[in-house]
């Protein structure tokens, strides 16, 4: 791959993985340390509905989903910078053979070309 296509990748690359750190803070920062009142806006002393509790907890449990996906995709996006540095990327790592750069343009980190992800997303 051109030294011209590696940079863009490479700026691509690092502007996502600096969009997902926002995220993935505000994210954790307003869901997880918050108490229930704060989360919901619930500035009353009275008791809690059962419902609410039961909003919440999904609520919480949702929001736990999305940071997960979203490290798994932080990670994805940190070894696809790695092997810029080392010179291997574009290239399967499940097959050796070039990943299409209109690929690479949809999903940046992907380490697989669209043939062998379909296969290993079929072993799921």
């Known amino acids: 791959m051109k030294k011209a296509d590696l940079q863009m990748f490479k700026e691509l690359l690092l502007a996502i993985r ?7 803070s505000a994210m954790a920062k307003a869901t997880l340390h918050k108490t229930r009142s ?3 806006g619930d ?4 008791p809690i509905h059962m419902a609410d509790i039961g909003s919440d907890n999904f609520e919480q449990e949702f929001t736990i989903s999305l940071l997960q ?3 798994e995709t ?5 070894e696809a910078l790695e092997r810029i540095e080392n010179g291997t990327y574009g290239v ?3 097959c050796d053979g070039k990943i299409p750069k ?4 949809v999903v940046p980190y992907t380490p ?4 062998c992800a379909a296969k290993l997303e079929q072993r799921r």
């Open 102 to 105: 209109m690929r690479l343009k």
């Open 74 to 78: 932080l990670q994805l996006v940190e």
């Open 69 to 71: 996906n979203e490290g």
């Open 43 to 46: 500035l009353s002393s009275m």
């Open 18 to 24: 600096t969009r997902l750190r926002g995220d993935f």
């Open 92 to 94: 399967c790592l499940e």
């Open 38 to 40: 704060e989360s919901s």
């Open 112 to 115: 697989y070309c669209v043939k």
